[in-house]
């Protein structure tokens, strides 16, 4: 038996069963595929009847229905009976006892009872049953779709009787609804499913079939997960031939695939439109549902139901890495749904906004017109959703910080097609490869507009509405437009291909208003006499609290001591070693920080410091500020405290401070030990393989004077070159370990004195004349 290019005796593991309908007629009944409504969270059996309120304790044809209910039902579909259309205009009131057979018979159709579930006679055109079916189901889905809209905006909303009534309300019924699809999707994703013949399959051909969902009862999470709990063994490379027993990122793509079969809008959507709008968005949804799931287990990186890590593979097959790109695709990648704190409601909700994204190219104008109008509708749910929990204001603030998870979700798509191409010039041909991954891979950036197009409606709709709300936080999320010649939101301007991410675009927000933002600086007490105000290389221990933009602590210092370090060599984010100049003991200072200074690698001291704020607000309470001297930079260097510097001790210097304030070299081919070797020799006078305080201060002296003449040296000319290129021409030199990066002693470290200092420091130390008119001032 030969299934989509692949041998079904090739999938010999039992567990890993696969229940495919294949031989049922799929393409009449698509449109009655959705699953069961969902019952009660505690597994009760229904008590009432959805079609006519009388007791039951059954589910009939997929809906919670009496006997008579489902004879009626069964009975007009077999009979192909066509009620005309309602005397009153569809608002019998079927639950009250009023007989009308077209507005019973439409509520079992709205209600989602099933024709495909009934037993069928052998000698019935149940494919023309099934046509004119999906026909009247969809003229009553617009209809009562139709009146909603009109309805919405008035206080007091006229429901038409057929619409379903709940006791709760029309948006919280989505909600549930999502999340019902969503349980079923994750007792899937958690159990033994493994849908290896759609592995050869084209996401054409998995939307034809009936969604798998509604197997998910005969699945079990298998026993011996997770699979990854001691000792890890060194697994073979190259693989094994054949296809893996699990290849997770294209189960999650096929799993997001059978639940969009579910989704009502995609029922209305002719099979070209629906394979068009998930070639666009199947992978962002995949990461997000990959993020979600492994942020709920607590942790630092994407984690797959049975415990495997993608970001330690290469460590366990020799596989290279991980590289950058491994920790940017498998761990930065929680960062932004972590920093929000995504409940499940807004969860469900973003996936189906992505799923109904109406940007794809190749989608018809009446595809693109129906996703536009379900994205909005789904837009709508989920900002009254988060100001019925949080608030009017607050709620919309959320609100438009949910709105940069879209941006996020597409540049890490985008790493992912960058991640999978590496995997394939590494691999070559013995990388596994399915043809829904190849097509999630294949698909270009689209540009996302249409998020923003939701979020103009909606705040439309918002501000129509009877509360006035400041959505300014929410209208952030949207590019602001540069100058007037230029006419293109921010979020336009990066284009070909690749979205930029919601940093990137207050970073060109700022550059809008006329320059980029700088910090903000409140004084809140100063002492009388001030003997020491703090300078750059000055030491200086603080205390601090740091608030979000919406005035939430995200972290202070009181309960864990105060923070010390030195001033201007890279301890601290720019934002605040600017903010903290001036200051003198017992000093308190609000130093608000925008973005572009706010940035800072993560480490032991900075690990909360959330990395995608435009403003940070920090209140400092300085405690001392102690003036640099070199008695004290070779104190703060000297880790033991037993008066000399030695290899080890410099190479655990640099640890330090990497791992404690996210103080690196700025160029990342420099190697510790091969750097403490050359300070070594660069300050050991006496050849000792030690650095004493004599030996450091006599050389230290040297070269500060060298710096001086170089200084003096220089031109007007040159100087005023030199203050408009800066940022070309490097950084100011640090008294530190990174002392012997200035090989000329100018007292600047140049972007090329940095760039080749690993090659330097391979061999002996080397004093540079400085040169003037051609003469060797030394």
């Not at 750059?536 to 309960?559: A, I, P, Q, S």
């Not at 959330?610 to 000297?638: C, G, R, S, Y």
């Not at 008119?773 to 030394?778: I, P």
Request: with cysteine; charged share 30%.
């Amino acid at each position: 038996m030969e299934r989509t290019g692949l041998k079904m005796e090739e999938f010999d593991d039992d567990q890993d069963a696969f229940f495919c309908d294949e031989d049922s007629d799929t393409s009449s009944a698509n449109s009655f595929s959705r699953l069961n409504f969902p019952v009660p969270s505690d597994g009760n059996a229904p008590k009432t009847c959805l079609i006519c309120g009388d007791p039951t304790n059954c589910c009939h044809y997929d809906v919670p229905a009496c006997s008579g209910c489902k004879t009626f039902f069964r009975r007009t579909v077999l009979s192909s009976k066509d009620y005309k259309l309602c005397k009153n205009g569809g608002n019998c009131d079927i639950v009250s006892g009023t007989r009308c057979r077209a507005c019973r018979f439409d509520r079992c159709l709205l209600y989602g009872m099933n024709p495909a579930a009934m037993k069928i006679p052998e000698d019935t055109d149940f494919s023309s049953i099934m046509n004119k079916l999906n026909e009247r189901k969809r003229t009553i889905q617009d209809t009562v779709e139709d009146e909603q809209e009109e309805n919405s905006s008035s206080s007091l909303m006229v429901v038409s009787k057929r619409s379903p009534i709940f006791d709760q309300t029309l948006e919280q019924r989505d909600i549930d609804f999502l999340i019902f699809l969503e349980s079923k999707m994750l007792k899937m994703r958690e159990s033994n499913y493994n849908p290896r013949p759609y592995y050869g399959e084209t996401i054409a051909k998995i939307l034809e079939k009936k969604t798998a969902l509604r197997f998910h009862d005969k699945y079990e999470k298998p026993k011996h997960w997770p699979i990854i709990g001691g000792p890890i063994g060194k697994l073979p490379f190259p693989p094994p031939k054949g296809p893996p027993k699990r290849h997770w990122l294209s189960i999650d793509l096929i799993l997001c695939v059978e639940m969009a079969k579910t989704i009502p809008v995609f029922e209305k959507l002719q099979i070209a439109d629906k394979t068009a709008a998930l070639r666009n968005t199947l992978l962002m949804t995949t990461i997000l549902t990959q993020s979600y799931y492994s942020l709920l287990e607590h942790k630092e990186t994407i984690i797959m139901p049975d415990g495997i890590m993608p970001i330690i593979i290469p460590k366990i097959t020799g596989l290279p890495g991980p590289t950058n790109l491994h920790y940017e695709v498998f761990c930065r990648v929680l960062e932004p749904l972590k920093r929000i704190d995504l409940t499940q409601e807004e969860y469900v909700l973003l996936k189906v906004i992505i799923l109904c994204s109406p940007a794809a190219s190749g989608l018809s104008s009446k595809g693109k017109k129906l996703l536009e109008k379900e994205s909005e509708k789904y837009s709508k749910i989920l900002l009254k959703h988060m100001q019925s929990k949080l608030g009017a204001q607050c709620g919309a603030v959320k609100y438009g910080k949910l709105m940069e998870i879209f941006e996020a979700m597409a540049h890490f798509a985008q790493r992912n097609r960058e991640f999978h191409v590496w995997i394939g010039l590494t691999l070559g041909s013995k990388m596994f490869k399915t043809r829904i991954l190849e097509e999630a891979m294949r698909m270009e950036e689209r540009k996302v507009f249409w998020n923003i197009f939701i979020l103009f409606l909606v705040l439309d709709w918002v501000k129509c509405g009877t509360v006035d709300v400041e959505l300014s936080a929410a209208e952030g999320a949207i590019g602001r437009k540069k100058k007037p010649e230029d006419a293109i939101p921010v979020i336009e301007i990066r284009g070909e291909g690749k979205p930029m991410t919601s940093a990137q675009i207050r970073q060109l927000e700022e550059m809008a208003n006329g320059g980029p933002l700088d910090i903000k600086i409140e004084k809140t007490w100063r002492p009388v006499e001030c003997p020491r105000a703090a300078k750059r290389l000055d030491f200086v221990t603080f205390h601090y609290k740091g608030f979000l933009e919406d005035g939430k602590r995200f972290d202070h210092t009181y309960g864990r001591g105060p923070i010390r370090i030195q001033l201007g060599i890279g301890m601290v984010m720019p934002g605040l070693d600017k903010g903290m100049r001036g200051m003198c003991d017992t000093e308190l200072r609000k130093i608000s920080v925008p973005y572009r200074l706010s940035r800072k690698n993560k480490s032991k001291v900075w690990k909360h410091i959330p990395n995608d704020e435009h403003w940070l607000t920090f209140n400092i309470e300085m405690l001392t500020v102690e003036e640099w001297t070199l008695e004290k930079q070779f104190a703060f260097m000297d880790l033991n405290n037993d008066t000399y510097l030695t290899e080890t001790e410099l190479v655990k210097l640099a640890d330090k401070n990497k791992k404690e304030f996210g103080k690196t070299w700025s160029n990342e081919d420099i190697d510790n030990v091969q750097a403490a070797k050359y300070y070594i020799k660069y300050f050991d006078i006496d050849k000792n393989d030690k650095v004493d305080f004599s030996e450091f201060k006599k050389v230290m002296e040297r070269d500060l004077a060298k710096m001086e003449i170089a200084a003096k040296s220089k031109t007007e000319v040159q100087v005023k070159k030199s203050k408009e290129k800066k940022e070309k021409e490097g950084r100011k030199r640090d008294p530190g370990f990174a002392w012997i990066l200035d090989f000329n002693n100018d007292g600047i470290v140049s972007v090329e004195e940095s760039e080749s200092a690993d090659q330097v420091f391979q061999d002996d130390p080397a004093i540079l004349p400085i040169f003037e008119d051609g003469k060797d001032e030394l």
